[in-house]
């Protein structure tokens, strides 16, 4: 992964994503060159899926315990 994509963040890795997925769909590119579209595209899909992981490990309900505060793995509630 380049040092560019490194710093992308979530918003901006979908968005190239998105345009190697319409790449791809195309069908206008060679063997080699759809396959390493395809390899960049997993790199960026895997990107995306650990920005998810660390949004939700950082999302957290802080409960005031009388003086102490309590931290707790947010968890959403069914309706």
């Known amino acids: 992964m ?7 963040n979530f918003e901006e890795t979908i ?8 790449e791809l769909e195309k069908g206008d590119l060679d063997l ?3 396959v390493n579209k395809f390899e960049e595209g997993m790199k960026l899909s895997k990107k995306c899926n650990d920005f998810l ?11 005031k315990d009388g003086n102490d505060i309590k931290e707790e793995n947010f968890t959403q509630e069914e309706e």
């Open 53 to 63: 992981e660390n949004a939700e490990k950082r999302i957290t309900v802080l409960l």
């Open 15 to 22: 968005k190239q994503l998105e345009e190697i997925a319409k």
């Open 2 to 8: 380049s040092q560019k994509e490194e710093k992308l």
């Open 32 to 34: 080699d060159s759809s």
